[in-house]
């Protein structure tokens, strides 16, 4: 039976581990129950933060409205000749679900292991690392269309998928909520070793054929010693997008610091490593108050304990104003600021 509490903390609800109350919080453990939830008109009217693990949120103040968070569990596998069909419940952590492939030589997810948050935020922003995108395993995923109460399946081009990007950030913002989502993954594994830091991880190993479980460790490895971990650290991983910029604005930058870190996007654009202009203007490892830049990783931006959400914010707000002085470049900010 679905319940509805008042006034619950969200602390232990985002991974900042910043403190907010939520003026109702509804967990969702089957997908009937969002069916149930709005049969009540009341809350096609409230305002609404759908939750997964809350690992990229930055919560500003109390929410006064309803919290819906997905708890939906279940994986189901099916094998077509050298395809594996993955089908997973939205509130399924996310790394349970590739430890679930990687251990079974379901092959496609190992470079994305390690990545905090739940198998129904991973369409939503596209989520990616170490050279491979969601969107280059993803078949498609079941929704919720809030204000017709039916549910809807979105094909990978429905999907619109771009860097950190998707139709559910863009033009849909609000409008479904995913239940499960299914990916198509491969038996003969395609080891996808782009990232340099892999290449070298494994050779330090003294590993040269590598299996998906090698790349997963190795990956797994250059996350734990670069990136905090939230259950220790509060953070929300990479805090800003890489800011993609054209080949025109970037000429004169380039000339100016010639060691800045790009990569191609695509023809006539760049994208920028937004953790390497966060350091150039000298905020690498900085302890601001309770918050501040990970040591290791500038682009993070962590909780050194008690932090608020609105400092945080107010944080990221001087880098953005430093990185635009320095650079001309203006950071998007990669989490979901929630005010
Ligand atoms: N760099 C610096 N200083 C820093 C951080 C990075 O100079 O403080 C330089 C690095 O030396 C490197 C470049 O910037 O040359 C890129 O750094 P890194 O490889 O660590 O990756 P990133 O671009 O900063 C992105 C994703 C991460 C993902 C990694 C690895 C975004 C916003 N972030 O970070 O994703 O794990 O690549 O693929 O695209 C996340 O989204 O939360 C996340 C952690």
Same mark, same amino acid.
């Given at each position: 039976?679905?319940q509805?509490q008042?006034?619950?903390?969200?602390?232990?609800?985002?991974?900042?581990?910043?403190?907010?109350?939520?003026?109702?919080?509804?967990?969702?453990?089957?997908?009937?129950e969002?069916?149930?939830?709005?049969? =009540?008109?009341?809350?096609?009217q409230?305002?609404? /933060?759908?939750?997964?693990?809350?690992?990229?949120?930055?919560?500003i103040?109390?929410?006064?409205?309803?919290?819906?968070?997905?708890n939906?569990?279940?994986?189901?596998?099916?094998?077509?000749?050298?395809e594996v069909?993955?089908e997973?419940?939205a509130?399924?952590?996310?790394?349970?679900?590739?430890n679930?492939c990687?251990?079974?030589?379901?092959?496609?997810l190992?470079?994305l292991? /390690?990545?905090p948050g739940?198998v129904g935020?991973?369409?939503i922003?596209?989520?990616?690392?170490?050279?491979?995108e969601?969107?280059d395993?993803?078949?498609?995923?079941?929704? &919720?269309?809030?204000?017709?109460?039916?549910?809807?399946?979105?094909?990978?081009?429905?999907?619109? &998928?771009g860097?950190?990007?998707?139709?559910?950030?863009?033009?849909?913002? *609000?409008q479904?909520?995913?239940v499960?989502?299914k990916?198509e993954l491969? /038996?003969?594994?395609?080891?996808?070793?782009?990232?340099?830091?892999?290449?070298?991880?494994?050779a330090?190993? *003294? $590993?040269t *054929?590598?299996?998906i479980?090698?790349v997963?460790?190795?990956?797994?490895?250059?996350?734990?010693?670069?990136?905090? =971990?939230?259950?220790? $650290?509060?953070?929300?991983?990479?805090?800003?997008?890489?800011?993609?910029?054209?080949?025109?604005?970037?000429g004169? $930058?380039?000339?100016? &610091?010639p060691?800045?870190?790009?990569?191609?996007a *695509?023809e006539? &654009?760049?994208?920028?490593?937004?953790g390497?202009?966060?350091?150039?203007c000298?905020?690498?490892?900085?302890?601001?108050g309770?918050?501040g830049?990970w040591?290791n990783?500038?682009?993070? /931006?962590?909780n050194?304990?008690?932090?608020?959400?609105?400092?945080?914010?107010?944080?990221s707000?001087?880098?953005?104003d430093?990185?635009y002085?320095?650079f001309?470049? $203006?950071l998007?900010?990669?989490v979901?600021?929630?005010?």
């Amino acid at each position: 039976m679905l319940q509805i509490q008042q006034n619950v903390s969200l602390k232990n609800f985002n991974t900042f581990g910043v403190e907010a109350n939520a003026s109702f919080f509804a967990e969702i453990n089957h997908e009937d129950e969002l069916v149930e939830l709005f049969m =009540d008109p009341q809350w096609q009217q409230t305002e609404r /933060l759908v939750i997964g693990g809350g690992s990229n949120l930055l919560l500003i103040n109390d929410f006064e409205g309803l919290v819906i968070r997905i708890n939906i569990r279940g994986i189901e596998h099916r094998i077509n000749h050298n395809e594996v069909f993955i089908e997973a419940g939205a509130g399924e952590v996310w790394n349970d679900l590739v430890n679930f492939c990687v251990t079974r030589n379901y092959a496609g997810l190992e470079n994305l292991s /390690l990545i905090p948050g739940s198998v129904g935020a991973s369409p939503i922003q596209n989520i990616g690392a170490y050279g491979v995108e969601l969107k280059d395993v993803f078949h498609s995923c079941k929704a &919720f269309e809030i204000s017709t109460g039916q549910f809807k399946t979105f094909s990978k081009d429905d999907c619109k &998928f771009g860097y950190r990007e998707s139709v559910f950030k863009s033009e849909l913002k *609000g409008q479904y909520i995913i239940v499960s989502v299914k990916l198509e993954l491969s /038996l003969i594994p395609d080891i996808n070793l782009r990232y340099g830091a892999i290449e070298q991880e494994l050779a330090n190993r *003294g $590993i040269t *054929g590598p299996t998906i479980k090698d790349v997963s460790q190795v990956v797994s490895h250059i996350r734990v010693a670069k990136l905090p =971990d939230p259950s220790t $650290i509060g953070n929300a991983g990479s805090f800003f997008k890489n800011p993609v910029i054209t080949a025109d604005e970037f000429g004169p $930058i380039k000339e100016k &610091f010639p060691e800045i870190v790009n990569y191609p996007a *695509g023809e006539g &654009f760049i994208k920028l490593a937004a953790g390497w202009l966060i350091e150039q203007c000298g905020w690498k490892g900085k302890i601001v108050g309770n918050t501040g830049t990970w040591k290791n990783q500038a682009l993070v /931006l962590v909780n050194h304990g008690g932090a608020t959400g609105e400092e945080v914010y107010s944080f990221s707000s001087q880098i953005i104003d430093s990185v635009y002085t320095k650079f001309g470049v $203006i950071l998007q900010r990669e989490v979901n600021i929630i005010s």
